[in-house]
């Protein structure tokens, strides 16, 4: 059975889906099977790995029982990497699923029947937490923050930790904390390093090691359909993201060696 990771946080422009797909991709390259669920209405995901937003069909058809998700996966250019496309329909989730009384299990009861077929199934949730969001905390085994280093940002996760634990005391006891993930981190600067303090005192090994910079390749890359490590790998944003998989899969630091192919 797959390990299914939300990717969350309240707050928009934090890097969720540019860890999103750049987790998912570089977890592909290092030969793990990957399905990405693009879980926001908005689609950022969907179109980040060069695929058209605009399709027809979307998780969403295969929350309401319409389609089998099967039906859905699409293959992106990495062997190992699959994605499920967003639809606009999310955008009426909450209202349409409002009168159900399993509406939070949804997306779980979805993701449960292609399980089996990954390693990894990585679910990127909207700024928001809504419904959608809601869905993806049930159906996940672990949520990954990433987290912005900036003052309000420390506010914010008190936010999600507050609905990690409503969800953990009536909807999934089993969820976890997969980690805190410092992103758009600017060395150069004295707030950064505050807010990097601040978190690793409070949330201790939970803070990833590994950071993820300001990159100038990394905000490019989703313009082009290509995760950063396509696009140029040997650049900060696509190194630090390989350091990230070895530190979640090996449990090692940015030193380890991992395998790498397209």
Do not use: W
């Not at 999310?90 to 399980?115: P, W």
């Not at 990394?218 to 359909?225: A, H, M, R, T």
Request: hydrophobic share 40%; proline share 4%.
């Amino acid at each position: 059975m797959g390990k299914v990771i939300a990717i969350a946080n309240q707050k928009g422009g934090v890097g969720k889906t540019t860890t999103s797909v750049n987790l998912s991709a570089t977890l592909a390259v290092a030969e793990k099977k990957v399905l990405l669920i693009d879980f926001d209405p908005q689609g950022n995901a969907t179109s980040g790995l060069g695929l058209d937003k605009r399709g027809s069909r979307g998780v969403y058809d295969a929350m309401i029982g319409e389609v089998d998700i099967k039906s859905l996966i699409k293959d992106t250019e990495i062997r190992f990497l699959k994605i499920v496309p967003s639809s606009i329909d999310l955008t009426g989730a909450e209202i349409e699923l409002i009168d159900d009384q399993a509406r939070e299990y949804r997306l779980r009861n979805t993701i449960n029947t292609v399980r089996d077929l990954f390693d990894y199934i990585i679910i990127d949730c909207p700024p928001s937490l809504s419904l959608l969001t809601v869905n993806a905390l049930v159906a996940a085994d672990s949520v990954l923050i990433p987290l912005q280093c900036e003052y309000y940002a420390l506010e914010g996760i008190s936010d999600i930790s507050r609905t990690i634990d409503l969800i953990r005391a009536k909807l999934n006891p089993g969820l976890q904390i997969e980690g805190i993930l410092l992103t758009m981190f600017d060395s150069r600067n004295n707030l950064t390093h505050q807010v990097e303090e601040e978190i690793r005192a409070h949330f201790g090994a939970k803070a990833f090691k590994t950071v993820i910079p300001r990159n100038v390749k990394l905000s490019e890359s989703p313009s082009f359909g290509k995760p950063v490590i396509l696009y140029d790998i040997q650049s900060k944003g696509a190194v630090s993201y390989m350091d990230l998989v070895k530190e979640m899969v090996l449990g090692a630091g940015p030193d380890s060696t991992t395998k790498l192919s397209t």
